[in-house]
């Protein structure tokens, strides 16, 4: 039995909207399961972390790795331009394996350093590059999922799949990442416009004979709602066309979400299906505001996502920033959006709401994998706020914008990163 | 004559909404002012920036030094009790000059790490520690203006003055900082619900006395209109009870102006008033956000401002992503509202735009004063886009969150932070 407790100041969020903090006490973890939250020191190992943050991992939902190759470029440029323009010609590098190493590489190195533990990530049409992207998660510590994404209408000669090819090399995806225990595969259309109706449903019966979530984009951008309202003449909202094809369930991550209509909002919650809220990247591509409290109030599952690299940064902290300015924007600009969210609410959103997808995992909870965050915030608490609360040091951190780094992050209780 | 040059790959706006560059070329100073940019290496000493962007220095147009030490903190509160919770008390401690030391030190050294080189300052009440403020930014090499800040109603006790004694505090304030060279004065009364028409007048007759240029904030909140409209029945409207005390000119800094009404704008256009948009503030603090292409189309001067800590980064470059973020945002929301900003506009504002509240500063045309920055970002240029322009270098440098830092910085010339 492999025991270990970390002693420091514990904060995290086991309901929407409140926190729970243990200051200057002892966090235990047995056989990677979170056992305890205790002022006593217990008997056996103690990791020092006094002073220190500690915090479980965030989540990100919905990440494009391939594109983080230009976060932070072409961010004059809507959706559908911008995909033309930069990201499918990016993603056609993939087939590049010697490119994808140096790429892929740099992407994981970097989210390595920041506070995510879990992760849905987008690959590309490309299966072997996609199974390297895995391997290069596993091997660090990683848990989550990669999709090697399906396309076969509507995009660039090099990244148009044969429907039949496309299906067959996404179940040998399936199989060759059986090797790996932690990264996980999932069945990844890119959106209704780059997928057939025939692709879509052996995509739907791989998703079911393997078991496997599922994961696309929903509702981004005004002119992406109106391509699909004309390429599914017959389906009563975008959502409705995802559910035709049994796409939508607990099992299934449905992007950006921006423009759900009342229809939409009652079938993603009678199916269970997780809003990957990016507010970062629906700022940056002009899409808009995703109306988050809305479907809070609906019972809708809620996580948050980078979207690199329409979202221009791999941190979570600053997705957290972004959801909270975001809804307070759109609470001034439209009526009837609803409260703005608090910091509270967004970091909740960011641990246990999206976590949720991924198991037990973003709370510290009995049970719940260890997947924790460890935070320096010395400086802070010692220079001009002595009085500040834990609550108060972790809005503190969360806000620094990126400039502080994360000490050492723990994934199902093994160490999987130590700042140098 | 003092003369050196610096080898890099140069960039820089001149007119609003486009871009120069001079890559490996050599930008050359004399005697702090900008003499020429050239692809010959000039005959006097060269300082190796080869692989780095050189870039003009940032000018922050609006910031609080005293909130910097709550910077990323209570932003679930909106900006008249973000004011009365949490900025007042702050700004209380700032006749404490032990306090106001370490606090105003921690501010100067954060601010010298980043690319501003320009700033306009509001201080507090307080005359000594305004001073203190001034002595410590002056000699770092800072440029700009300290404002120490006039309040004598509706202010907690501990931050309301006498009237008569606000108005000669502000003169030996002012006579006292005769002796800084780059570190001037500002008027500033904090905004209409803080002062009495008497001190407006005062005050106004001060900065006519000593040809100083001025600063407030003006409709930043529908809260804080409301009240002014209540506070000021004779006028017709914040900017008009600005204006009656021949506060409006372009020698005054209006930080905020989300909410300026048609009459407003042709008013600040006809004083040549600038504006200080804070994109990122008007976010956290729920005020909503400014309709810049719309006062840019006016002829309205704008610079940008970090509005710390209504802002919660000192960071211009993150000022610039929220500028045009929200500007996508304000475009997809509310009609009418015009074009969103571009990265080339934002850049612009940002250097130019704002710098010229200051002088000739924030362009690399002849005779500019020499406010330089330069930064490395080698490792974006070599590892994965070695095809990059430098434009685009820019713009992955602006929105890379902070994370990288600024190599050197010159100001006037001089130069005032080398990366350790």
Chains 1, 2 share one sequence.
Request: one cysteine or more; glycine letters at 6%.
């Amino acid at each position: 039995m492999a025991v270990f407790s970390i002693h420091g100041d514990i904060i995290w969020s086991e309901r929407f909207g409140s926190f729970k903090t243990a200051e200057n006490s002892y966090l235990t973890v047995v056989d990677g399961k979170i056992d305890s939250v205790s002022a006593e020191k217990p008997a056996c190992e103690v990791i020092d972390a006094r002073g220190s943050l500690v915090i479980p991992g965030l989540s990100d939902l919905h990440l494009h790795a391939p594109q983080y190759a230009f976060c932070g470029l072409y961010m004059d440029e809507e959706l559908l331009d911008w995909l033309n323009n930069h990201t499918f010609p990016e993603e056609g590098k993939y087939g590049n394996m010697e490119y994808a190493d140096r790429a892929y590489s740099k992407f994981v190195r970097d989210l390595l350093k920041g506070p995510d533990t879990r992760v849905s990530v987008f690959a590309t049409i490309h299966r072997e590059s996609s199974l390297m992207l895995m391997r290069k998660l596993e091997e660090v510590g990683f848990s989550g999922y990669v999709g090697k994404v399906n396309m076969d209408r509507n995009s660039p000669p090099y990244l148009t799949e044969k429907t039949e090819a496309s299906l067959s090399e996404t179940e040998r995806f399936i199989e060759d990442a059986e090797v790996f225990r932690e990264i996980r595969p999932i069945v990844t259309p890119r959106f209704i416009p780059s997928c057939t109706d025939e692709l879509m449903k052996g995509l739907a019966a791989i998703a079911e004979k393997y078991s496997l979530p599922l994961q696309s984009h929903l509702d981004e951008n005004l002119s992406e709602i109106e391509w699909v309202r004309e390429l599914c003449p017959s389906s009563i909202s975008y959502a409705d066309a995802y559910d035709r094809f049994g796409m939508l369930s607990s099992k299934s991550i449905m992007a950006h979400c921006v423009y759900l209509d009342d229809d939409e909002i009652a079938l993603m919650a009678k199916r269970g299906a997780f809003v990957a809220h990016a507010p970062s990247s629906n700022a940056n591509l002009s899409s808009g505001i995703a109306p988050v409290r809305k479907y809070l109030d609906a019972g809708l599952n809620v996580g948050l996502a980078s979207d690199v690299s329409g979202g221009s940064s791999l941190s979570m902290f600053r997705i957290i920033q972004d959801a909270i300015a975001v809804s307070k924007l759109l609470w001034r600009l439209k009526e009837g959006s609803g409260k703005p969210l608090t910091f509270a609410e967004a970091f909740y959103l960011a641990t246990k709401g999206g976590g949720s997808f991924f198991g037990k995992t973003g709370s510290f909870e009995p049970g719940y994998d260890a997947d924790i965050v460890i935070l320096s915030d010395e400086e802070n608490a010692s220079v001009l706020r002595p009085e500040l609360s834990v609550e108060e040091r972790l809005e503190y951190y969360v806000y620094a914008d990126s400039e502080r780094p994360v000490k050492a992050k723990y994934i199902k209780g093994r160490k999987v990163f130590q700042e140098a």
